[in-house]
């Protein structure tokens, strides 16, 4: 029988495990919890994996760096079949978080500045040193940077984005430009560790020993063999990065000369080759926002869709002429209606979270500086009790427990005649955006189930679009406008 994240943590740490808090996950399955000591004195993170595979890459790589002294969480303890694990807590810092202010604004602070530039340099070190001594077959799904893996991605952008914006185009011909494409990012020099989704959420902002705040590096279990030029691309381009052209050249340059402490490097050839990569790397990031966006109804990758098109749009001034075709096919989808803002009425979206007040209010990117936020804390809490521990407010238990306990029912009474008046007055004077947030101790149980009800409720009763998210179990959900209400 596998060991459990609480045997875990005792096998690590010498202590019994108490509170367990979900964090917000990434991209991939893989489930992350705050584990405390019952004396409060230690805290660990722990994971849990659905593939094997995956969680052997990432405890191959995290071993490796960490004997090379490189700034990556140091895991205390495995279980036997390899499917969870603790690690070292690095806290809560992002540097997606770290570097809001410039972000939002495009004028970046001096420490912000300071920390990006830490960040390449750290960059550079750990794709070189990484990879000595580096057994690639431990990687998943594969081992390195090839033709069938830039294929994979381009056809992705081509299916799961390209197609659905309904745009016409010359599939045959484009295929060709696909192959273009993909042999000169393979004729690339300068192989090292490719981390592969480098990017702000995957650098953690933490103290050092000497107490300097330093970027260590998270989530690298997809990294293999390849071109340092995808990571800079993905980093530097990120589609809500918001960096400007001369703050990505300073980095750039910050970059190269880090990165040339290891490995001669021709500046020229490397920005021309660098081109290439960030127009691939742009393509499947589109690739994967129409995926989560359009096919699995998550609102938050609809809304980075305007910043890569965006980007895309800068790069196409200076494209290649390796391949006219593609370029033309880009040109006409980023010039599309759909992309550009038509100064059109639109209709009032609602969105409806939930969260643990532990990691704070969600804020507010609409620019409206914030909505409604109901704090559930003072209800009857299902996850005090053990057999609700791995159930969330959608689980029939916790419905249960908490429409029978009977207090949950007349608070959200309450919630929605507030919530009711804003909604009807919004659609009135043509308002675009509301905010209704639910909160709790983890984020878990009570304001997910109130966040849930919300929603319908809203959607059912005035028929506008909901974008409903649960940020603490990495979860959204839309809910269409509806037409005959």
Same mark, same amino acid.
């Given at each position: 029988?596998?060991?459990?994240?609480?045997?875990?943590?005792?096998?690590?740490?010498?202590?019994?495990?108490?509170?367990?808090?979900?964090?917000?996950?990434?991209?991939?399955?893989?489930?992350?919890y705050?584990?405390?000591?019952?004396?409060?004195?230690?805290?660990?993170?722990?994971?849990?994996?659905?593939?094997?595979?995956?969680?052997?890459?990432?405890?191959?790589?995290?071993?490796?760096?960490?004997?090379?002294?490189?700034?990556?969480?140091?895991? !205390?303890?495995?279980?036997?079949?390899?499917?969870?694990?603790?690690q070292?807590?690095?806290?809560?810092?992002? !540097?997606?978080?770290?570097?809001a202010?410039?972000?939002?604004?495009?004028?970046?602070?001096?420490?912000?500045?300071?920390?990006?530039?830490?960040?390449?340099?750290?960059?550079?070190?750990?794709?070189?040193?990484g990879?000595?001594?580096f057994?690639f077959?431990q990687?998943?799904?594969?081992?390195?940077?090839?033709?069938?893996?830039?294929l994979?991605?381009?056809?992705?952008?081509?299916?799961?984005?390209?197609?659905?914006?309904?745009?016409?185009?010359?599939?045959?011909?484009l295929?060709?430009? @696909?192959?273009?494409?993909?042999?000169?990012?393979?004729?690339?020099?300068?192989s090292?560790?490719?981390?592969?989704?480098?990017?702000?959420?995957?650098?953690?902002?933490?103290k050092?020993?000497?107490?300097?705040?330093?970027?260590?590096?998270?989530?690298? =279990?997809g990294?293999?063999?390849?071109p340092v030029?995808?990571d800079?691309?993905? @980093?530097?381009?990120?589609?809500?990065?918001?960096?400007?052209?001369?703050?990505?050249?300073e980095l750039?340059?910050?970059?190269?000369?880090?990165?040339?402490?290891?490995?001669?490097?021709?500046?020229?050839?490397?920005?021309?080759?660098?081109?290439?990569?960030?127009?691939?790397?742009?393509?499947?990031?589109?690739?994967?926002?129409?995926?989560?966006?359009?096919?699995?109804?998550?609102?938050?990758?609809?809304?980075?869709?305007?910043?890569?098109?965006?980007?895309?749009?800068?790069?196409?001034?200076?494209?290649?002429?390796?391949?006219?075709?593609?370029?033309?096919?880009?040109?006409?989808?980023?010039?599309?209606?759909?992309?550009?803002?038509v100064?059109?009425?639109?209709?009032?979206?609602?969105?409806?979270?939930?969260?643990?007040?532990?990691?704070?209010?969600?804020?507010?990117?609409?620019?409206?500086?914030?909505?409604?936020?109901?704090?559930?804390?003072?209800?009857?809490?299902?996850?005090k009790?053990?057999?609700?521990?791995?159930?969330?407010?959608?689980?029939e238990?916790?419905i249960?427990?908490?429409?029978?306990?009977?207090?949950?029912?007349?608070? !959200?009474?309450?919630?929605?005649?507030?919530?009711?008046?804003?909604?009807?007055?919004?659609?009135?004077?043509?308002?675009?955006?509301?905010?209704?947030?639910?909160?709790?101790?983890?984020?878990?149980?009570?304001?997910?189930?109130?966040?849930?009800?919300?929603?319908?409720?809203?959607?059912?009763?005035?028929?506008?679009?909901? =974008?409903?998210?649960?940020?603490?179990?990495?979860?959204?959900?839309?809910?269409?406008?509806?037409?005959?209400?």
């Amino acid at each position: 029988m596998a060991q459990s994240l609480s045997q875990l943590f005792f096998e690590a740490t010498g202590k019994k495990a108490g509170e367990q808090t979900a964090l917000t996950a990434s991209g991939s399955n893989r489930r992350y919890y705050r584990i405390e000591s019952e004396d409060k004195s230690v805290s660990l993170i722990g994971v849990q994996g659905t593939s094997r595979e995956e969680n052997h890459a990432f405890l191959y790589m995290a071993e490796l760096f960490l004997e090379k002294g490189l700034n990556v969480p140091r895991v !205390l303890a495995a279980s036997d079949d390899e499917m969870c694990y603790v690690q070292q807590d690095l806290g809560n810092t992002l !540097l997606f978080d770290y570097i809001a202010e410039g972000r939002k604004t495009g004028v970046f602070s001096a420490p912000e500045k300071e920390m990006l530039r830490k960040v390449v340099r750290g960059l550079a070190k750990f794709q070189v040193i990484g990879a000595e001594k580096f057994d690639f077959n431990q990687c998943y799904p594969q081992p390195e940077f090839n033709l069938r893996s830039i294929l994979w991605d381009l056809n992705y952008f081509k299916y799961c984005f390209l197609k659905a914006t309904g745009l016409d185009f010359q599939e045959d011909k484009l295929e060709n430009e @696909f192959e273009r494409l993909a042999y000169i990012l393979l004729r690339s020099n300068y192989s090292a560790f490719m981390y592969r989704d480098f990017q702000s959420r995957n650098v953690m902002i933490c103290k050092d020993s000497n107490g300097e705040l330093v970027p260590y590096f998270i989530d690298f =279990q997809g990294g293999k063999k390849g071109p340092v030029y995808y990571d800079v691309a993905s @980093f530097l381009w990120q589609a809500k990065a918001n960096f400007h052209p001369d703050l990505r050249e300073e980095l750039i340059e910050e970059y190269i000369d880090e990165l040339q402490k290891y490995m001669p490097v021709d500046r020229p050839v490397f920005y021309e080759t660098l081109k290439h990569f960030v127009l691939f790397r742009t393509m499947q990031v589109l690739g994967a926002y129409g995926f989560r966006g359009y096919f699995e109804k998550k609102p938050h990758f609809l809304q980075s869709i305007p910043f890569a098109i965006d980007n895309l749009r800068h790069l196409l001034k200076h494209a290649s002429e390796d391949y006219p075709y593609l370029i033309q096919v880009l040109k006409e989808m980023t010039e599309m209606k759909q992309f550009k803002d038509v100064g059109v009425r639109k209709p009032l979206v609602v969105r409806v979270f939930s969260f643990s007040y532990k990691k704070g209010i969600p804020a507010d990117t609409s620019g409206n500086g914030g909505g409604f936020v109901f704090d559930c804390r003072a209800i009857n809490n299902p996850g005090k009790y053990e057999r609700y521990q791995f159930f969330t407010g959608m689980d029939e238990p916790v419905i249960s427990f908490l429409e029978e306990d009977g207090e949950i029912l007349p608070f !959200l009474e309450e919630a929605y005649n507030m919530v009711d008046f804003s909604v009807k007055r919004y659609m009135d004077r043509g308002f675009q955006n509301l905010m209704v947030s639910f909160g709790c101790t983890g984020g878990q149980h009570r304001s997910v189930y109130a966040a849930e009800k919300m929603a319908t409720h809203i959607n059912e009763k005035f028929g506008v679009e909901v =974008q409903l998210i649960h940020r603490e179990q990495n979860m959204e959900r839309m809910l269409n406008a509806k037409d005959n209400v």
